[in-house]
């Protein structure tokens, strides 16, 4: 059984940097084809793709948010850590984790998910 | 603005057919990469219900269907149940190297 858990702070303050840990089951990051990525989604809005780290060290990470984000990975402990910096309060969401297929020597899908988390940015 | 397009709603009635659609472009939906879509019940993570344009996860109900033709592509759901009400998102890849996402459409089962 594949599980991911988000953990982190519920409140961040403007301008500061957000940690994310991904804490996940069930599979294992040095799987060819596995992955984990992070998406996003503000309250009542859609998803928005984040970054995606792989079995071999990949790395990608939205074009817009680019310059923000890191993405790491302890194979050794099962987690994937995520932060942002100068976050906003546009940055308000719930952050989630998911298990994700790299097939066909492309990025594929998210199979399986975490609960999420909900951030909010605010003074 | 997402890069997919989704109607941002669609209903139907019980036992009823509905379908989602999903426009991009020549640089996803249109080059090599494949649509997939998920669900997301009120208050919950989504959860992948078709992957590779037309599969199936183990446990999806076979009235969920998914196609793709050139730009776009569609997600087909028979037999309208009460529990299927909730929001739907299609996703790809791009050539800007980006996972894209569609908007999001809300189903209402009357």
């Known amino acids: 059984q594949i599980t991911l858990k988000q953990s982190g702070p519920t409140l961040v303050k403007p301008t500061q940097t957000l940690t994310l840990t991904c804490t996940f089951s069930g599979f294992s990051l040095s799987t060819r084809g596995v992955g984990v990525g992070w998406v996003r989604q503000p309250p009542g809005k859609a998803l928005e793709w984040l970054a995606l780290?792989?079995?071999?060290?990949?790395?990608r990470h939205s074009p817009s948010l680019k310059t923000r984000l890191t993405i790491t990975k302890d194979t050794s402990k099962n987690q994937v850590v995520l932060t942002m910096t100068n976050m906003d309060p546009v940055d308000t969401a719930t952050y989630y984790c998911?298990?994700?297929?790299?097939?066909?020597?492309?990025?594929?899908?998210?199979?399986?998910w975490g609960q999420g988390t909900l951030v909010t940015v605010s003074s | 603005q997402s890069v997919l397009t989704q109607p941002p709603s669609v209903s139907g009635a019980p036992g009823q057919r509905v379908t989602i659609s999903c426009t991009g472009s020549s640089s996803n939906i249109g080059s090599i990469y494949d649509v997939h879509w998920y669900q997301q019940l009120p208050g919950t993570a989504p959860k992948l219900l078709i992957y590779g344009n037309s599969n199936r996860p183990s446990g999806v109900p076979d009235r969920f269907s998914g196609s793709k033709s050139g730009t776009s592509a569609s997600l087909a759901i028979t037999g309208l149940q009460a529990e299927d009400e909730a929001d739907y998102y299609c996703?790809?890849?791009?050539?800007?190297?980006?996972?894209?996402f569609g908007g999001g459409t809300k189903l209402t089962v009357l």
């Open positions: 780290i792989y079995w071999d060290d990949d790395k």
């Open positions: 996703q790809s890849y791009d050539i800007s190297l980006s996972v894209v």
């Open positions: 998911a298990h994700h297929v790299y097939l066909r020597g492309y990025p594929n899908y998210f199979q399986y």
